[in-house]
């Protein structure tokens, strides 16, 4: 089951390589609604165009790089706090997953469902793709196409730390 998991990663890093270009720096952000953690909809246009946001998207929840990079964020949630910074992850699980997910490792910020694909395409990404995005009012400051897991808050931090020079 694993080495399938593994091909299927390796299959879907290559249809994203091949597929279309993710957001530019400097593009609006996606005007999108989706359900979060709780089975709420969240206006994610409307979080977006205010103040600095994170949305990061991995894979699967509970999967070993995942946890992760979820895990990374929620290490460093504190310092993302005190710089108001708004986090958002996306996967392609359920809500009622991403409530289990977020309990079991006690994730600050809010998880959403992109059971669809609906948020994928809307940030011109693959479903199965690790990336991760800081919007400042709207406006998409900083990718990462290729993001971190256990250095995933890090990276963001650094982003932050440049971005304010």
């Not at 949305?55 to 895990?71: D, E, H, I, L, S």
């Not at 011109?124 to 400042?136: E, I, Q, T, V």
Request: net charge neutral.
């Amino acid at each position: 089951m694993k080495s399938l998991f593994i091909i299927f990663m390796i299959l879907s890093t290559i249809h994203n390589i091949l597929s279309a270009d993710p957001l530019e720096l400097g593009s609006s952000s996606p005007q999108i609604t989706a359900l979060n953690d709780q089975g709420e909809t969240v206006d994610l246009g409307a979080a977006l165009a205010e103040g600095t946001t994170l949305v990061f998207f991995y894979p699967k929840a509970m999967t070993p790089g995942c946890t992760k990079q979820a895990c990374s964020l929620r290490d460093a949630w504190d310092k993302l706090n005190a710089r108001n910074v708004q986090v958002y992850g996306v996967s392609t699980d359920k809500s009622k997953t991403q409530a289990a997910f977020k309990k079991k490792y006690e994730l600050p910020y809010t998880l959403l469902a992109d059971t669809d694909g609906a948020i994928s395409a809307a940030f011109n990404k693959g479903r199965y793709s690790r990336h991760a995005y800081l919007f400042k009012n709207g406006q998409l400051v900083w990718r990462d196409l290729n993001a971190s897991t256990s250095s995933q808050a890090d990276d963001v931090l650094a982003a932050l730390d440049k971005l304010e020079k």
